[in-house]
């Protein structure tokens, strides 16, 4: 009894979801997204959605859109660091979704079971970003605590072989530092439609339980799917 015009619209977001992650990619990729098409980025996106959700830990995601990038001419460092900077654009969504969520929570009486979700939420959020901000202002003591340890485990690698990979982690860093120097229109576009991507995907769950008549809010459905994203993310297991 499920109401086919509710379903065809839930059909529809999810496709538009797709739709705004090739935006988003374009974007990111600056002149260099001359040398994809508008189908060849939405097949981009879908197959690199697909990979994260069928790898542990979604750690199928980056390296399928750098190996469907490399067929287009643009270099790993470059796909890498958009992938990069699309994950810390959603990072920087959902903090602000919590502090919404908190300023809401203010005027509004939440449940014991919606005030656990939100503080589990924004501590998973904090650790996050801690650790992204971490790495980016202690890089080069972190790539020698690395080396030491993986020395100390017994992989430790030759010197051209160090270089190699040395090498590579600051092109990526550089790519990175390249993608930040856009445009601040263009950053400020691609966290728009970063808000538009998941306020839509953050919506399917909600609209199916009111297909299947069941009265919950939005807020609750969102929390719930965040917290249900990160530890499917944690969990490490395919498919989360």
């Not at 576009?189 to 991507?197: D, I, K, M």
């Not at 399917?204 to 994203?229: E, K, T």
Request: proline share 3%; charged share 15%; glycine share 10%.
């Amino acid at each position: 009894r499920f109401d086919p015009h509710l379903l065809l619209m839930l059909l529809g977001m999810i496709l538009l979801c797709w739709v705004i992650n090739a935006l988003r990619l374009r974007l990111l990729l600056g002149e260099q997204a001359k040398q994809l098409s508008h189908a060849r980025s939405l097949g981009v996106v879908m197959a690199t959605e697909f990979a994260i959700c069928t790898t542990p830990g979604g750690s199928g995601g980056p390296l399928t859109l750098m190996a469907l990038l490399a067929r287009d001419r643009i270099r790993p460092a470059r796909s890498g660091a958009v992938f990069a900077m699309d994950q810390l654009n959603d990072l920087v969504f959902f903090f602000c979704a919590m502090l919404a969520i908190a300023g809401y929570a203010l005027f509004h009486s939440l449940g014991r079971s919606q005030e656990s979700m939100l503080l589990g939420s924004a501590l998973l959020l904090c650790t996050a970003l801690a650790g992204v901000i971490g790495l980016l202002r202690y890089l080069r003591p972190i790539m020698r605590m690395n080396g030491r340890l993986l020395q100390r485990m017994g992989m430790g690698m030759g010197h051209q072989r160090k270089r190699r990979w040395a090498r590579k982690l600051l092109h990526f860093v550089a790519a990175l530092a390249q993608t930040w120097r856009l445009p601040k229109r263009t950053l400020s576009l691609v966290f728009t439609l970063t808000c538009a991507h998941w306020g839509l995907r953050y919506s399917v769950l909600y609209l199916v339980l009111r297909g299947l008549g069941v009265d919950l809010q939005w807020i609750p459905s969102f929390l719930v799917q965040m917290l249900s994203l990160s530890a499917g993310q944690f969990s490490l297991l395919p498919g989360g």
